[in-house]
């Protein structure tokens, strides 16, 4: 328990993900195949971006690696050890931001900590400057409910962060966010993945959003879903999305994208946009 | 000063209310001239009112009531809320225990008097139970339904940030989150229990605002009568009123 937060010990950890494929079988109506098997080696300390169709099943690999649910087929590997129930050494942050309404800011994230049995003043301690680092120091007592969207998410992200987790998931974490709101976190995001050294997964639907963060981006198929694109990005940070090299990394994710909302028209109606 | 005017608006439909009633009233007995032993007016009830507050009587009698209700009330709550807590977690459970809740639900408190007497005798037993009837459902389905809202995403988040265990997942995250759906329920139930101690009152009782009313017509004081009635409204709004005080706090700011 003495590494939670020591900082200067990366805690970065690979996730392996062999082959997880995963059928629904609802109590009525036919069985769904959500995922085709996927294989995918996520290095320690990585930024994985994952981009599809809406309904490709990117949830439900996440929900999976997170540990929510379980896989039909496969498994998931984290340090070489199986997933099959969540860990707070993986930490989530939801796009609803899943704040606990009946906690004020301070205590929500303190929650994770006092779980993992940090003693009082170091939790004290943690909580403010984690709470200074997403600039919330001063609303430390205010209630969730008198928060914007950005502010709730900046909460959890300071509740994520601050118990030193190995992995973190990212389901469309901004996706409920303006334009505005949603790059100033993006930015922010990316300065503490850069300071906390963090293994990153990120669903998103904006192939911006991936190329702003991401060193890794994966592009899968519509329904059922398959790893179709696989990209390294090594375009340094801050990254400049009017470059030309920006551009066309832009334009050749959109064009595979495009092709797989085509495919999935008729059935899903395509999310995927290029802001 | 905001705040008391806050809670003068609060008040004030209840004022109008009763003076409205109060008008009808007097209407009433001024167009067709009842006896008052049919329908005494609204002063003399007040008179009746104010003769069995100074003789202590009245007192008594909302006391031994209240005291009824809120056992009944607690005991409830205590057999209610975990039940409910379990019904709503657990499916294996609310497949048997639901159906039994749903064929015991519609028997109203009334039909359980001749029962509660043969169990429990006249004393105090009998009549709690049958205020237990009446609060028990309201408590029981409010917790389930409470249970049953909660956004999955709560108990993700939870379970993460490092509930790994039933028990505290149950303490941290469902019980909190559950917990204004379960006020509502025992807000109702109060209100439930409050309107059934006529019934339980109606056998065999020495005091109680039940008592009042059902002695009142025996001895034909109609005065009586429309007096506990009174009490029994106005009190019953007065609670509830404290309920609601408490939910909206416990509603963790949400509206
Ligand atoms: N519990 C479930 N039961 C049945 N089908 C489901 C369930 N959850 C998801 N699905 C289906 O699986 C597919 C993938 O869902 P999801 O992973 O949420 O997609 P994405 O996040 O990429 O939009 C969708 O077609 C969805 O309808
Ligand atoms: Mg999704």
């Known amino acids: 328990m003495t590494t939670v937060f020591d900082k200067t010990q990366s805690r970065a950890k690979g996730i392996h993900i062999q082959n997880v494929g995963k059928m629904y079988y609802p109590p009525n109506g036919d069985p769904v195949e959500a995922l085709k098997p996927v294989k995918l080696d996520i290095k320690p300390g990585e930024f994985l971006a994952v981009i599809g169709p809406s309904g490709c099943g990117k949830s439900t690999l996440l929900n999976i690696v997170a540990g929510f649910e379980q896989a039909t087929a496969g498994s998931v590997l984290v340090d070489g050890v199986k997933v099959d129930k969540p860990d707070i050494d993986r930490g989530m942050v939801f796009q609803q931001y899943a704040l606990f309404p009946w906690l004020n800011v301070r205590q929500n994230v303190e929650f994770g900590l006092k779980q993992l049995k940090v003693p009082e003043e170091q939790r004290a301690a943690i909580v403010k400057s984690f709470l200074e680092l997403v600039g919330l120091q001063d609303f430390s007592e205010a209630s969730t409910h008198s928060l914007s969207g950005g502010m709730k998410q900046r909460v959890a992200l300071a509740r994520v962060f601050c118990t030193n987790p190995s992995i973190i998931l990212m389901d469309e974490p901004f996706g409920a966010l303006d334009a505005l709101t949603r790059s100033m976190l993006q930015q922010e995001l990316l300065s503490i993945w850069q300071e906390y050294e963090k293994t990153v997964m990120l669903i998103t639907h904006s192939v911006q959003e991936a190329l702003v963060l991401a060193n890794r981006i994966v592009v899968m198929t519509s329904r059922p879903g398959r790893i179709k694109l696989d990209m390294t990005v090594d375009l340094p940070y801050p990254r400049d999305s009017k470059s030309a090299e920006f551009r066309t990394l832009e334009a050749e994710i959109l064009s595979e994208l495009t092709d797989e909302i085509a495919k999935s028209y008729g059935c899903n109606p395509p999310s995927v946009t290029a802001d | ?255």
Request: charged letters at 15%; one cysteine or more.
């Open chain 2, 1 to 255: 000063m905001a705040y008391l005017r806050h809670r003068l608006r609060g008040i004030g439909p209840y004022f109008i209310a009763g003076l409205s009633i109060i008008f009808v009233w007097q209407a009433v007995v001024e167009l067709l001239h009842p006896s008052s032993a049919i329908l005494p007016t609204p002063a003399a009830t007040a008179e009746t009112l104010w003769t069995l507050t100074k003789s202590g009587e009245l007192i008594t009698d909302i006391y031994a009531s209240l005291s009824r209700v809120l056992s009944a009330w607690l005991l409830a709550a205590i057999i209610a809320i975990p039940l409910g807590l379990l019904q709503g977690t657990n499916r294996r459970f609310e497949r048997v225990f639901e159906p039994v809740v749903e064929l015991f639900r519609p028997i109203s408190p009334l039909a359980w008097i001749p029962l509660a007497i043969l169990w429990f005798g006249i004393g105090e037993s009998g009549k709690i139970f049958v205020i237990f009837i009446a609060t028990f459902f309201p408590i029981l389905l409010n917790t389930v339904s409470g249970v049953k809202s909660i956004d999955p995403v709560m108990i993700r988040a939870g379970r993460i940030l490092g509930c790994d265990t039933s028990l505290k997942l149950f303490i941290k995250v469902i019980l909190p989150a559950a917990m204004p759906t379960i006020l509502v329920g025992l807000r109702i139930a109060f209100g439930t229990g409050w309107a059934a101690i006529i019934a339980a009152e109606l056998v065999a009782a020495r005091d109680g605002l039940g008592f009042l009313i059902s002695n009142g017509m025996e001895i034909l004081r109609s005065d009586m009568v429309l007096a506990g009635m009174v009490v029994i409204g106005v009190l019953g709004v007065l609670i509830d009123s404290v309920f609601r005080v408490i939910g909206k706090k416990v509603n963790w700011g949400a509206q």
